[in-house]
């Protein structure tokens, strides 16, 4: 008796999981968040404008440290204890100290640019999500990635074989919120990932 009784809850449980309950409760569906990320246009356009000043600053950064190199090297013809030179070599380990300073807080600003455009378009798509799932009877979204793995990358391999989502084939929302949230970049994804 004890094991029909057993075989009862295993079966009500297999029911539940198999879909019984997903009509009665709602349904489950999975979102590949980096493609929604890739494909949007406001956020693509954003992060190379935040790249662009990357590399604005690192040509900056470098011009001057350029300088600094060729102000040293007024130091070879000075005579090693001398005012001029102990100046001259204060001088400089001041602009360094300035630049490392200068290029630390702009490093700084980048990235809170950049984690604020994160956040911003994972709000948007959050937002996106909720209306979607209420409007269809989603109970819950996942993320997922479906992205392929490439077998001879361990790295790629790792992060998938972690995937919280081994496999789906019903309720992918991912098109439908790439659509919702705007404009889609026209061209192949850009190497933003975050994943």
Do not use: C
């Amino acid at each position: 008796m004890k094991s029909h009784l057993f075989l009862s809850v295993i079966a009500v449980a297999i029911s539940l999981l198999t879909g019984n309950a997903a009509s009665a409760q709602g349904i489950v569906a999975v979102l590949d968040v980096a493609e929604v990320f890739n494909k949007n246009l406001e956020f693509d356009t954003q992060m190379q404008s935040i790249r662009t000043e990357a590399d604005s600053l690192k040509d900056i950064i470098q011009g001057e440290q350029e300088k600094i190199r060729s102000e040293a090297a007024q130091l070879q013809g000075m005579p090693v204890g001398s005012s001029e030179r102990n100046q001259l070599e204060a001088s400089l380990e001041q602009k360094q100290t300035a630049l490392r300073t200068k290029a630390r807080q702009a490093e700084t600003d980048l990235l809170a640019k950049e984690a604020q455009l994160y956040y911003a378009t994972y709000q948007k798509m959050q937002q996106v999500v909720a209306r979607l799932a209420e409007t269809n009877n989603v109970a819950l979204v996942l993320r997922f990635d479906g992205a392929p793995i490439d077998k001879n990358n361990r790295a790629e391999v790792i992060m998938g074989v972690n995937r919280a989502v081994v496999f789906q084939n019903k309720v992918n929302l991912t098109e439908l919120v790439v659509a919702e949230m705007g404009p889609v970049v026209a061209a192949a994804p850009s190497d933003t990932q975050i994943k």
